[in-house]
């Protein structure tokens, strides 16, 4: 595959997770902010069924905004994969997705959008930088290897370049999407953990 092949791929998964998270954190504060959250709060609804009905709400405009990329790549840009295209649909969703959890876990931890805004740097930018796109993880000094490790993109990008590189199914790329999901679920759960129902 060509170097523009490569990284496009990347970017498919890459830039949705931008986007969702910043689509959902500020969205949320703006919940708490008019006091639809806190209304909602007040019913017998549990915290963790109120964060997946907003997830299922928000993952929906994930799939949109994965498919229409992963068209403009393919169809349009002639991006080219040595898997199947189908499958970089569905890790681009589900990095999506995972952008939509870590939005949610941070907006119960914002109490302004700037401050939803502000954990971009923390979460994501740190992410960017370590997930493999710019520096080959076996290349990065070992303390910021380790740290990739811990960061859910880093399983994300790998599973990309396995299609950008590989034909068929392969295994690596399985672990690493198994990986993602764990770090949705556990997002989702924190989530609904901290969050709190009452805003003042």
């Given at each position: 595959?060509?170097?523009?092949?490569r990284?496009?791929?990347?970017?498919l998964?890459i830039?949705?997770?931008?986007?969702m998270?910043?689509?959902?954190?500020?969205?949320?504060?703006?919940e708490?902010?008019?006091?639809?959250?806190?209304?909602?709060l007040a019913t017998?609804?549990?915290?963790?069924?109120?964060?997946?009905?907003y997830?299922?709400?928000?993952?929906s405009?994930?799939?949109?905004?994965?498919?229409?990329?992963c068209?403009?790549?393919f169809?349009?840009?002639?991006?080219?994969?040595a898997?199947?295209?189908?499958?970089?649909?569905?890790?681009?969703?589900?990095?999506?997705?995972l952008?939509v959890?870590?939005?949610?876990?941070c907006?119960a931890?914002?109490?302004?959008e700037?401050?939803?805004v502000?954990?971009?740097?923390?979460?994501?930018?740190?992410?960017?930088?370590l997930?493999?796109l710019?520096?080959?993880r076996e290349?990065l000094?070992?303390?910021?290897?380790?740290?990739?490790?811990?960061l859910p993109?880093s399983y994300?990008v790998?599973?990309?370049?396995e299609?950008a590189?590989r034909q068929?199914?392969?295994?690596?790329?399985?672990?690493?999407?198994?990986?993602?999901?764990g770090?949705?679920a556990v997002?989702?759960?924190?989530g609904?953990a901290?969050?709190?129902?009452?805003t003042?």
């Amino acid at each position: 595959r060509s170097l523009f092949d490569r990284i496009a791929i990347v970017m498919l998964g890459i830039l949705p997770f931008v986007v969702m998270f910043l689509v959902t954190s500020i969205a949320m504060q703006r919940e708490r902010v008019s006091g639809t959250l806190e209304r909602i709060l007040a019913t017998p609804l549990a915290k963790l069924d109120l964060l997946a009905g907003y997830a299922s709400a928000f993952s929906s405009a994930a799939v949109v905004q994965a498919g229409l990329a992963c068209a403009v790549a393919f169809g349009l840009l002639g991006v080219a994969a040595a898997g199947p295209v189908a499958w970089v649909l569905v890790i681009a969703i589900l990095v999506a997705v995972l952008g939509v959890s870590l939005g949610l876990l941070c907006s119960a931890f914002a109490r302004t959008e700037f401050q939803a805004v502000q954990f971009m740097p923390v979460l994501v930018i740190p992410q960017f930088l370590l997930c493999g796109l710019l520096v080959a993880r076996e290349d990065l000094p070992d303390w910021l290897r380790w740290i990739s490790n811990v960061l859910p993109l880093s399983y994300a990008v790998e599973a990309l370049q396995e299609v950008a590189s590989r034909q068929g199914t392969t295994g690596p790329m399985l672990r690493n999407l198994v990986v993602v999901v764990g770090f949705i679920a556990v997002a989702l759960a924190l989530g609904a953990a901290t969050l709190r129902r009452r805003t003042q």
